[in-house]
């Protein structure tokens, strides 16, 4: 069995190399840990390591991660991101998280994260997630807005004061080799950023294609298996 500092250090290793390889300073990537499946003690042993940014693909156990782990002094300053699927009727926990919301993929979450943001009185850091497609070009399969929609999504993000444009996040097609795909991520990105100067993050690689994800200009790498192991089996482990 490897130890959880063994994986951390792997997966920088794994990072810094990828970053070096292509050009890149290694500080430029930052490591989202996702513990989704895994237990709040999970999360507090790698956090003891140095992990700050944990996220979680369901609103549930978001919440019922950083609630039990809030007041621990073992792990002060903990940041929360949410990357799976969000429903507009359920922005307010994770507003009042002050998490990041890697998922925005239509118009009308933007309003209502907004909105809560704005009861909240904070500001929410928000990606809008592009699909990729698929080996044939088809949409749908790994969530997300198609890249079309992307700029007026980006620009309605842009456009609430509540809201800061941080970037793009996506998630490899399946059946595809990852980099041309991510390469099509960083055009995206590229574009965005000429109109929202500010949205200089890219969040894409996990586990599997980290390497290829850093390669295309990645700043934020969003790793689960790799640091926490094979997450047992369950019909909603969100992939
Ligand atoms: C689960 C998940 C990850 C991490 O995947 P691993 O292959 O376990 O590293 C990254 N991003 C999203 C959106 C996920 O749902």
């Known amino acids: 069995m490897t130890s959880l500092a063994d994986n951390l250090r792997a997966v920088r290793a794994r990072i810094d190399d990828a970053a070096r390889a292509a050009g890149r300073d290694p500080a430029e990537v930052r490591l989202l840990a996702v513990s989704k499946t895994w ?22 156990e978001l919440v ?6 809030a007041e621990d002094p073992a792990v002060p300053g903990l940041r929360w991101h949410l990357v799976g699927q969000l429903q507009r009727n359920k922005v307010a926990p994770v507003v009042r998280l002050g998490a990041t919301v890697h998922s925005v993929d239509r118009a009308p ?3 209502a994260l907004a909105r809560a943001a704005e009861r909240e009185q904070r500001v929410l850091d928000v990606f809008v997630q592009v699909d990729l497609g698929g080996p044939e070009g088809e949409l749908g399969s790994r969530g997300g807005a198609a890249p079309v929609d992307v700029p007026s999504l980006a620009d309605a993000v842009a456009e609430a ?4 444009l941080r970037g793009l996040m996506a998630v490899a097609p399946r059946g595809e080799e990852p980099a041309p795909a991510f ?8 574009r965005v950023r000429a109109d929202h100067p500010g949205a200089t993050e890219t969040s894409a690689g996990m586990s599997g294609d980290l390497e290829a994800a850093v390669t295309a200009g990645a700043t934020v790498v969003r790793v689960g298996t790799a640091l926490f192991g094979t997450r047992p089996l369950t019909s909603d482990a969100g992939e």
């Open 39 to 60: 237990s709040a003690e999970d999360v507090r042993a790698l956090a003891a390591l140095g992990q700050r940014h944990f996220a979680e693909n369901r609103v549930q």
């Open 64 to 69: 019922g991660k950083a609630a039990a782990l």
């Open 109 to 111: 979450l933007v309003t």
């Open 161 to 164: 004061p509540e809201l800061r």
């Open 183 to 190: 390469e099509r991520l960083a055009a995206l990105s590229a």
